[in-house]
Structure formats: structure tokens, C-alpha cells
């Protein structure tokens, strides 16, 4: 089975602060994702990485940044929080030969206060 | 721009009843389009694929490119399908998808 695994499920920051949020995928998928979830909005794409080192904006990646310094491992960062990141984040991974299917963490819960 | 529209945020039927959650797409490719499931308190997942043209759970989706339409149907909802569901447009662009609002569908007894 696929296992992406979001090391935090519940966090709760002040505004200012810096913000690691770390996923880790065991099946040596190229592909991988960060989206943020918010009820009626759907789920919006905030940076997707192809391969290591590389990184490509989503829908909305204003406020955030992301590191992929190995396959398994993409981490996303809010430089600065602020109380508009207070958001679910779900972190998916895709592989070669699966049509685009992909596979999510459990999810990461922030709170910006 | 590829674009998915679910136009129902919420729908709620009976036990036994048949449900239909649409799904509108706008895409200038080819596309592949996913119907994914979230469980309460469980990860989102997919539950099918237009390309695989399989039924799950007693699901199934039919890509209209007529209509641009991929609507998930279920002939008989039971409670256990109470979930929010999303559709999905993924483009070759490694992978990339773009997923509607979603729909919270509600069965009750």
C-alpha cells in the first residue's frame, strides 16, 4: 500500500511565526503535491514538485514556499504565518503509469492565531 | 485553463434512493477525470477513474465529452456512501490536478 505520511496533524501557530510542514512518501513516486483544503472551496494547489530540487507553483502559491532536497521527502513553509493560512493541508504523491491517480496524506490541520 | 465545476455543494437522499453528483469540466485536451472520496475522518482517496470504466462501491462514472460531463451514479445509496466526494481533471503535466468545490452527500436512513 501507499503510505504518505504528514508528520504533523494538528498545529497551532501565531501569526509571524515560521511553519514547516513535512511529508514523506514511501513509494519512490516522482510526483508530489501540496494542496490546501477549505470547505466550498474545494481543494487548490499551492506547489507540485516533478523530481528533486525541482518545484513549480500551483494555483495559489502566494505565502508559501517548499523544499524537495530528497524524492521522498516535500516540505512546505510559511515564511510568516498569517491567519488567512489557518487551513487543512494535504499532501499527495503520483507515479509514472497511474494516470495522474494520487495518493493523500491524512492531512495537516494549521491554526494561525 | 483547465477548469471543474461540482454545482451541488451539498445533496442528501434516502437510503435505497438513487444519487447522481455532477461534475462539469473545461479542458482543451484530452482528460482524465477522477471521482475521489473522503470518509469522516478518514484520508481522501480515490474511488474511480474514467479510464478504467469499473463500477466501486456500486459507482459509476461516464465520461460525456459531448457534455463535458463526468457525473458519479449510484442506483441504490446506502449510509455508508455519506461522504464528501470531488471530482478531479489531472493533464499530463506530471500529474497535475484540478479539483471541483466538491459535494457532501448525506444518506439518511
Known amino acids: 500500500d501507499v503510505k504518505v505520511t504528514q508528520s504533523s496533524r494538528y498545529l497551532v501557530k501565531r501569526t509571524g511565526e515560521k511553519v514547516f510542514l513535512e511529508c514523506v512518501q514511501d513509494?519512490?513516486?516522482?510526483?508530489m503535491f501540496w494542496y490546501r483544503q477549505d470547505p466550498g472551496l474545494g481543494l487548490r494547489l499551492i506547489y507540485f514538485?516533478?523530481?528533486?530540487?525541482?518545484?513549480e507553483k500551483g494555483d495559489i502559491p502566494e505565502g508559501y514556499s517548499v523544499s524537495r532536497e530528497k524524492k521522498e521527502r516535500f516540505s512546505l513553509i510559511l515564511e510568516s504565518a498569517s491567519t488567512n493560512q489557518t487551513s487543512m493541508y494535504l499532501c499527495?504523491?503520483?507515479?509514472?503509469?497511474?494516470?495522474?491517480?494520487?495518493?493523500f496524506g491524512e492531512g495537516s490541520r494549521l491554526t494561525v492565531l | 485553463a483547465q477548469r471543474v465545476t461540482q454545482p451541488e455543494k451539498l445533496l442528501s437522499v434516502f437510503k435505497g434512493a438513487p444519487v447522481e453528483l455532477k461534475c462539469n469540466y473545461s479542458?482543451?485536451?484530452?482528460?482524465?477525470l477522477f471521482w475521489y472520496v473522503q470518509y469522516s475522518r478518514q484520508r481522501l482517496q480515490l474511488l474511480l477513474r474514467?479510464?478504467s470504466r469499473e463500477s466501486i462501491k456500486g459507482f459509476t462514472a461516464d465520461l460525456n465529452k459531448g457534455e463535458t460531463s463526468f457525473h458519479l451514479k449510484k442506483p441504490f445509496a446506502q449510509e455508508e456512501d455519506s461522504a464528501m466526494y470531488y471530482c478531479?481533471?489531472?493533464?499530463?503535466?506530471?500529474?497535475?490536478?484540478?479539483f471541483g468545490d466538491g459535494t457532501t452527500l448525506t444518506v439518511k436512513p
Open positions: 499527495a504523491s503520483s507515479g509514472p503509469g497511474v494516470s495522474g491517480e494520487l495518493f
Open positions: 513509494m519512490d513516486h516522482e510526483n
Open positions: 514538485s516533478y523530481d528533486v530540487k525541482m518545484k
Open positions: 479542458y482543451s485536451g484530452s482528460p482524465e
Open positions: 474514467h479510464i
Open positions: 478531479a481533471l489531472s493533464n499530463t503535466n506530471a500529474g497535475k490536478s484540478t
